[in-house]
């Protein structure tokens, strides 16, 4: 691609540059202004475009991200071992609702063909999902989804999949501790997700401590249809009346088929952009990732915003240190109190773990040149776009409004998915710049590269290739355009995710904050 030198700048005031060359860039190599490495610089890595003392700010996104250790001189590679971390944010006083974003136009006659639902909600996919109350029956819904896919579901054309919400939950654990509704909620708002079509199906053991009614207690699942308040639909293994391991396959497969009629009659229909839920996060992230992919989906969520849609960031961990940003940008002093809420709750939490800051970057993430989880935040934050903050999640809740919100949750690939798919998520955006394979089988993920070089090799596994944004051949614009448009493809079925194409299906994990028995 590039052979002459690129490096990049997020901000008039940094003192560093990425370099973007694939393969970095040799000792002794002149850049465009004229500065002259004097050392080899990793791609992704930071160079020092000026000599820094002892002591100074090493600033990129215009902010601090380190203090010198000792004297750099320009054109050194400036890495994490040459940076001390700034101090933490305390959550004091913050600034509150401070910027007013200017309104931005609205976006009209997009659309994507989905299935509205009873409730009002709207599913990108028709997916029958199998709710299990705990760890102890995954085998035994295993074996009898193979058996729905293999017998009913080819009868049942118009339904895309079924899918088994298995987890470790259930039993072994303090269910009444503080801490424990978030496990509890995530499952039953994620049997409650868009794409299941309202159609709730649950199996369960017999002996556990989270037994059906109270995972869905009456009334948490409603069908507002024609059946009116539906009886929960439960399969309980130690139930007397089954002799041998085939009558209860047999009793899954044949409670399965009732809700496969009716998910089989659903159509999709024209739906407006505004009906899309989209959780955004990132994994395996490098420097690129706040580069090229954070910011073209930080676009992209604009565009969703004015579309009227509602779109949820998360991530506590790699947002944390970017907090004064978040209550500044918060629509009003609730939400800020909200997210000033959530993250001391968060942080009393990793205190009980005695965790530091520290431990969130990765070797990955330091190997792609993001020296610590302050510079890390400030590539992280940049995927909610410019949009007011309108609105704040606790772990598990489900999202009921549309706009920009923050859904509080672990940085975790899995556990975050997790809980955006409770919040209601029906179409997911995940940014990798090391790359990984990730996937949900209850939603479609579409990944975006940070690279070209990743792109190029994980052809068959990257949905979008924001590397073209480093090598000089597409804006920010373009591609948050083009994942714009994507999405509408996606949503719409017309299009599958390259992780749909070779179902790749990462678990569900339930964030269990309370104590394992
Ligand atoms: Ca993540």
Excluded at 77 to 87: C, F, K, Y
Excluded at 181 to 202: A, D, Q, Y
Excluded at 240 to 267: Q, T, W
Aim: glycine share 10%; with cysteine; hydrophobic share 45%.
């Amino acid at each position: 691609m590039n052979s002459s030198p690129l490096t990049i700048s997020m901000h008039e005031l940094d003192n560093v540059a990425i370099v973007a060359n694939d393969g970095g860039l040799a000792a002794g190599v002149v850049l465009a202004s004229g500065l002259q490495l004097r050392d080899r610089v990793p791609q992704g890595h930071k160079v020092a475009l000026v000599d820094l003392a002892a002591d100074a700010a090493v600033l990129r996104y215009g902010i601090p991200i380190g203090y010198a250790l000792k004297d750099i001189a320009a054109g050194s590679w400036v890495h994490e071992r040459l940076l001390r971390m700034p101090e933490a944010r305390g959550l004091d006083n913050l600034p509150i609702a401070t910027i007013k974003p200017a309104p931005m136009p609205a976006l009209q006659g997009y659309t994507f063909e989905g299935y509205r639902n009873a409730d009002g909600s709207v599913g990108t996919r028709n997916i029958l999902a199998i709710t299990t109350t705990v760890q102890c029956v995954a085998g035994v819904v295993d074996f009898a989804l193979q058996r729905i896919k293999a017998e009913l579901l080819p009868q049942f054309p118009q339904v895309d999949d079924v899918v088994g919400l298995e987890h470790s939950y259930g039993c072994g654990v303090a269910i009444d501790a503080p801490g424990a509704e978030i496990p509890i909620r995530t499952l039953r708002n994620i049997s409650l997700n868009p794409n299941f079509g309202g159609e709730v199906m649950v199996v369960s053991l017999g002996c556990e401590k989270l037994q059906p009614e109270r995972l869905l207690p009456p009334g948490s699942f409603a069908i507002a249809d024609e059946r009116g308040p539906a009886a929960l639909d439960v399969v309980c293994l130690q139930d007397d009346a089954h002799v041998g391991f085939m009558s209860m396959v047999d009793k899954i497969v044949a409670n399965a088929r009732p809700h496969l009629e009716r998910l089989n009659a659903r159509r999709r229909e024209t739906m407006p952009a505004s009906e899309l839920v989209v959780g955004v996060q990132c994994g395996g992230s490098d420097a690129f990732s706040g580069v090229t992919a954070n910011p073209a989906v930080g676009f992209c969520t604009d565009l969703l915003v004015r579309a009227g849609a509602s779109v949820m960031f998360s991530e506590t961990t790699e947002v944390r240190d970017g907090i004064a940003q978040l209550t500044a940008r918060a629509s009003n002093p609730e939400v800020a109190d909200a997210m000033i809420r959530e993250m001391a709750w968060y942080d009393a939490y990793l205190q009980r773990g005695k965790v530091d800051r520290s431990a969130n970057t990765t070797p990955g993430n330091k190997l792609g040149g993001l020296s610590n989880i302050v510079e890390k935040a400030m590539g992280s934050i940049v995927k909610s776009g410019s949009a007011a903050i309108s609105h704040v999640l606790a772990p598990g809740e489900k999202l009921k409004v549309k706009g920009l919100s923050y859904a509080a949750t672990p940085a975790s690939d899995f556990i975050c998915g997790t809980l955006q798919l409770a919040a209601g998520m029906n179409l997911h955006v995940f940014t990798t710049g090391r790359g990984t394979p990730y996937g949900l089988a209850e939603c479609p993920v579409i990944k975006v590269a940070t690279r070209s070089d990743l792109a190029r090799r994980w052809h068959d596994l990257m949905d979008i290739n924001a590397g073209k944004i480093a090598d000089g051949s597409a804006t920010i614009e373009a591609v948050g355009w083009e994942l714009f448009h994507l999405m509408l493809e996606v949503a719409s079925g017309r299009k599958k995710t390259w992780a749909e194409h070779w179902k790749l299906h990462n678990a569900l994990v339930l964030f269990n904050p309370a104590p394992v028995t």
